[in-house]
């Protein structure tokens, strides 16, 4: 057995107490994290301030809207409408960022969140926000939005051992929501400071945090500008490599290699999409499509709203208990990546999505706040358990030169799915039928889990032999190439 093996470093570990801690590393991951390299933890930081921006958002976003006296029904279709401009904007980036370049993208991105910032904190005008919603990067359901997720979870399934990528996932996904965490309670309590204390009007104090969330965007471009050219993809590095040869290469080359005919212009760009992975695509947009449109009906702007204005929970009050139930969440993807070595991806996800989603649609029908929070805290213990597993099992799935465009084609289509639904969210709230979006969004979700046990129990382990495989030819030939150079 290999001593590089993570199983037979596990069979050589001593039984003593150092044995047992390196063990308790192994299980919750932290070994992975830290061998992973300096790229993986500049996006798992790049993940924890998006999401911390997002947060801040997120807690925000309804009641800004509201304090500007837009209708519910308008802000349900400002949310809605947002995500549809995060569908058309996400899906042409990631379609062409392993030819443009990943990192490019990525800082693009960065710009377009910081635009989105400076403009929510200078202008109240109902059109103009929604133009900068759409075009720009604002997560109306405190979830990923914008290009970063696809991208970055391509890069991270390239730069990562398949034997360490759910381990990876968690860590990624759970530096999101501690982010994200931080961000509710650090801007529950700032806007207490400022309208408490300071005596500042609502939207004033609001438009203070938009200017953070402009200059988290700043943030987020320095960190990208430090990635190096190993996020790219293949086909991007070969190019880079090609273009530094061609400067060094005599013009007079009797032995040069015949390059195979390349596609030109648009085409260049675009991915190639094997007809092997068209039906696994398919069949995963449809379950995710019902996934989202379930979480679609009561994202987290929406039951942040729900407790301020059902229960009057202030605003520092609503950020610490948000902040408690991302922490949950963030603790649980730990959990998950330990059962997902045992048990696998698929029933992980499954298993623990699940009983989230009964506790999800309970939220809306108790009268009293103790026992409607004890259900939202219940919800968001299990509920991104399957986060980890669910990226881990994607990057197994699909091939590895098709990973930034199907991961950018499955968000793309999460997106519109869940842009559904705060427009009957709204709706239904301005109808006091709130209590109907929890009891629909965890119904959908549940079913969601069903399909998924039902099309893919067995998927996985396929995929898992036929990439092991595909890995080993890959060092095989790697290693034939260096004889040969020798």
């Known amino acids: 057995m290999s001593e590089d093996s993570p199983v037979g470093t596990m069979a050589t570990a001593p039984a003593g107490g150092n044995g047992i801690v390196k063990r308790i590393l192994e299980e919750m991951g932290l070994v992975s994290l830290y061998a992973s390299s300096r790229d993986v933890k500049l996006l798992c930081t790049q993940r924890f301030i998006r999401m911390f921006a997002y947060g801040i958002s997120t807690l925000i976003l309804v009641a800004y809207l509201d304090a500007l006296q837009i209708s519910k029904t308008e802000i349900g279709l400002f949310m809605t409408l947002t995500l549809v401009g995060d569908i058309c904007i996400s899906f042409i980036l990631t379609l062409f960022a392993d030819a443009l370049g990943r990192k490019a993208i990525l800082a693009l991105g960065a710009l377009l969140m910081t635009a989105s910032g400076v403009i929510f904190a200078l202008f109240g005008t109902y059109w103009i926000l929604l133009i900068a919603a759409i075009i720009g990067v604002i997560s109306p359901n405190g979830n990923e939005i914008g290009p970063f997720r696809a991208i970055e979870e391509s890069i991270v399934a390239h730069l990562t051992d398949p034997r360490n990528r759910s381990d990876i996932y968690a860590w990624y996904s759970l530096f999101g929501l501690a982010g994200a965490a931080c961000g509710f309670m650090v801007c ?101 499509a019902l996934d989202s449109f379930g979480s679609g009906l009561a994202p987290l702007s929406w039951i942040t709203y729900y407790f301020k204005y059902k229960f009057d929970v202030e605003e520092g009050k609503l950020g610490s208990i948000f902040f408690v139930t991302q922490l949950l969440a963030a603790a649980s993807m730990i959990v998950a990546s330990s059962l997902a070595k045992r048990f696998g991806n698929v029933n992980t996800m499954i298993f623990t999505h699940f009983p989230s989603q009964i506790f999800r649609a309970l939220i809306g029908v108790p009268n009293d706040v103790r026992l409607a929070l004890l259900f939202c805290i219940l919800n968001s213990s299990t509920q991104s358990m399957d986060t980890g597993p669910r990226s881990a099992f994607l990057a197994t799935i699909i091939l590895p030169g098709e990973r930034t465009a199907v991961m950018g084609t499955v968000n793309v289509v999460k997106t519109t799915a869940s842009s559904l639904g705060p427009i009957i969210t709204g709706i239904l709230v301005d109808h006091n039928l709130f209590w109907l979006c929890f009891v629909g969004s965890g119904s959908l979700k549940a079913i969601y889990d069903l399909g998924l046990l039902a099309f893919f129990k067995n998927k996985e382990k396929e995929k898992e032999r036929e990439e092991r495989l595909r890995i080993q030819r890959d060092e095989e030939r790697r290693r034939d190439q260096a004889n040969q150079a020798d």
């Open 188 to 288: 529950g309590w700032v806007l207490q400071l400022l309208t408490e204390t300071l005596k500042w009007d609502l939207i004033r104090s609001y438009r203070v945090v938009y200017l953070v969330y402009a200059a988290i965007g700043l943030l987020k471009l320095a960190l990208t500008l430090f990635l190096s050219h190993a996020v790219e993809s293949e086909k991007k590095q070969q190019q880079l490599a090609r273009e530094t040869n061609n400067e060094t290469t005599p013009l007079l080359n009797g032995n040069a290699e015949i390059v195979p005919q390349r596609k030109r212009g648009l085409r260049a760009l675009l991915p190639d999409i094997s007809n092997e992975s068209v039906s696994v695509v398919i069949n995963l947009c449809l379950l995710f």
